[in-house]
């Protein structure tokens, strides 16, 4: 025998099955023939707005949807696994995490139809942020189908290079005049959600949401773009904007107790994120405003300099701010500096000693902002909130220090005072 009488064995490295699963995923995509594939990706919001673009076309379609997480193209191939031979919309988001992930994901996807959204950065994006922003994305058009549709954030200078990669048709939104889908009217001051008007050509139509801040506008308005160049007419998509809920640790507001509501955004700790939160907290109407901030992510500054950032934003937003984690001190000392008055600026070395100090400071009619990935009150998967729009007691937040309940305060709460 060739082998004797052992039976050989071949160890499967993780890249290799990955390989396998992908190669897999490309020839099975080739026989779905019947499934329009709609691939979602770019900065801020592709989670938002594949969530959207699957519930307005699943009004008159069979949708399946992938998304939140760690959307990789590993995520991706086993989301075209399950898709089945049918006439169906399969949406897609695809994040780019790595260099070559867009052109992985896409050589998997062969989208029909690409949505790409922007970033809106504090500071405009350098040439060389730009350029390799452009180069990835550029993979889509690629391996877009020869009759595919780009979809494209109008207001971000490195979404709209890609205009002229190919023959494809394009449409953008956005707030600029130029937007083949224009954004106007957004209001979305606390306790409002979210509403603004679209207008395409001689048509318009008002957008009432359940969504929470004025981030969420452009991603809103790719998922009705891509829904009307599907063949929805603009008022049916407008209204259907209306069933989505905010997502878990979204910008997802939670009934407390005691009468106040805790807006849960713990979910990303990008300087986006944090910066899109704080502004719309210094907009909100209520009888406090109210923030427990961590330290956030930016490769660009020290946690020195972003310590700073965390405070000087808290000073202008805040009625009362509690620091957590590295660097709370510094954030602490900025926002006194900023103007804060000292006793109103707190800090705490754990983020669970600031959550169980919260809990009980909250009173009926306050507003809290929670916005320190350390408390997580749900694992990370874009699962939906309540269908009610996020406004539900939830057992996991409503005990804002539940978790914490085991760790003794061995100190007082430290508040810094004024020199």
Excluded at 280 to 296: E, I, K, Y
Excluded at 297 to 324: I, K, M, N, V, W
Aim: aromatic share 4%.
């Amino acid at each position: 025998m060739l082998f004797g009488n052992k039976i050989p064995t071949v160890r499967l490295t993780g890249s290799i099955v990955q390989s396998v699963v992908r190669r897999t995923a490309i020839q099975w995509r080739r026989s779905l023939l019947q499934t329009e594939v709609i691939a979602v990706s770019g900065g801020a919001g592709k989670t938002m707005a594949a969530h959207c673009l699957a519930a307005i076309l699943g009004r008159d379609h069979a949708v399946t949807l992938s998304s939140g997480g760690h959307d990789s193209p590993g995520r991706t191939a086993k989301a075209m696994l399950r898709a089945k031979q049918r006439r169906q919309v399969a949406v897609v988001e695809a994040a780019l995490f790595h260099k070559g992930d867009m052109e992985r994901h896409s050589a998997i996807l062969r989208p029909d139809v690409a949505v790409i959204l922007g970033w809106r950065p504090s500071a405009p994006p350098g040439q060389a942020e730009r350029e390799a922003f452009a180069v990835e994305h550029w993979a889509v058009t690629r391996h877009l189908h020869p009759d595919g549709l780009l979809i494209l954030d109008g207001d971000d200078i490195r979404v709209m290079s890609m205009v002229d990669r190919g023959r494809y048709k394009v449409v953008t939104f956005g707030q600029s005049e130029r937007c083949n889908f224009r954004i106007s009217k957004i209001q979305s001051a606390w306790p409002k959600r979210l509403s603004f008007r679209i207008t395409s050509g001689l048509r318009s139509a008002d957008v009432q949401t359940n969504l929470v801040g004025a981030h969420w506008a452009n991603a809103v308005a790719a998922a009705i773009a891509t829904a009307v160049n599907c063949g929805m007419p603009l008022d049916r998509a407008a209204g259907a904007i209306g069933k989505v809920a905010p997502l878990a640790a979204r910008m997802q507001p939670v009934l407390l107790p005691p009468g106040a509501t805790l807006l849960r955004d713990e979910y990303s700790s990008s300087r986006l994120s944090l910066d899109a939160a704080l502004a719309w907290l210094g907009t909100a109407r209520a009888g406090r405003r109210v923030a427990l901030l961590g330290d956030f992510d930016d490769p660009t500054l020290s946690l020195e300099q972003r310590a700073r950032h965390l405070g000087q934003q808290a000073a202008q937003t805040c009625d009362l701010a509690l620091f957590a984690g590295p660097g709370s001190q510094l954030a602490a000392q900025a926002a006194v500096e900023a103007g804060m008055p000292a006793p109103l600026a707190v800090f705490f070395e754990s983020a669970e000693e600031a959550a169980l100090y919260l809990e009980k400071e909250l009173a009926e009619g306050d507003l809290a902002l929670l916005k320190t990935p350390e408390l997580r009150l749900l694992p990370a998967g874009g699962a939906e909130a309540d269908p009610h729009g996020g406004q539900a007691n939830d057992h996991r937040t409503a005990n804002i220090g539940g978790r914490a309940r085991h760790l003794a305060l061995t100190q007082k709460r430290e508040v810094l005072e004024a020199e």
